[in-house]
């Protein structure tokens, strides 16, 4: 297998790179199982939102960065869209993306009432690993304002190909589509 070295803010990581169906290869970024990374990541992440008032991210890659980023800040809560509706979400928000480079489908995006009630009227901070098409971004900045909050800051860990030019991110480290 081949890998893709990237620097994170002073932290090594050896990415392998996997094809996706569209014949396009990425570097494939993983945070589940890695306390060092993830902590490492959340920690330098936390510094480029410190002045939101809440987070929210997506299931499931961004969950424990999230939590990561939110002890570091002080946060006592953040929110999380998820991806299936549960029971405890009819009285929710929904959303639909366009499919993301990683997924090819469309899906959707839910929040809870009581995630819904945790952004209104706050500077919120959108969460996740990686940022390519921004489709899965879209998703959570329609579901921040359906709750009335207000996108403060879109931070990421990697920035993939042309998502690295955008103006409205921030990221700690840029990888190319292969």
Do not use: W
């Not at 306390?35 to 991210?57: N, Y």
């Not at 900045?141 to 921030?170: N, P, T, Y």
Request: proline share 3%; with cysteine.
């Amino acid at each position: 297998m081949k890998y893709y070295q990237v620097n994170i803010n002073g932290m090594t990581a050896d990415l392998p790179i996997m094809p996706l169906p569209s014949g396009v290869n990425i570097a494939f970024f993983n945070l589940h199982g890695n306390v060092v990374l993830t902590e490492h990541c959340g920690k330098e992440l936390a510094k480029l939102v410190s002045d939101c008032d809440v987070l929210i991210t997506a299931e499931s890659k961004g969950l424990q960065l999230t939590h990561v980023m939110a002890r570091e800040l002080g946060h006592t809560y953040y929110a999380v869209a998820r991806k299936s509706k549960k029971l405890y979400m009819q009285d929710g928000l929904e959303v639909t993306i366009n499919s993301s480079i990683t997924t090819g489908n469309p899906q959707k995006l839910y929040l809870s009432h009581d995630d819904a009630e945790l952004l209104r009227g706050k500077k919120v901070g959108i969460v996740d690993d990686v940022v390519s098409t921004g489709n899965s971004l879209e998703g959570l900045e329609e579901l921040v304002k359906l709750a009335g909050g207000i996108v403060h800051k879109k931070a990421f860990v990697l920035a993939e190909g042309d998502a690295a030019e955008r103006k409205d991110i921030c990221y700690l480290c840029v990888i190319p589509l292969l």
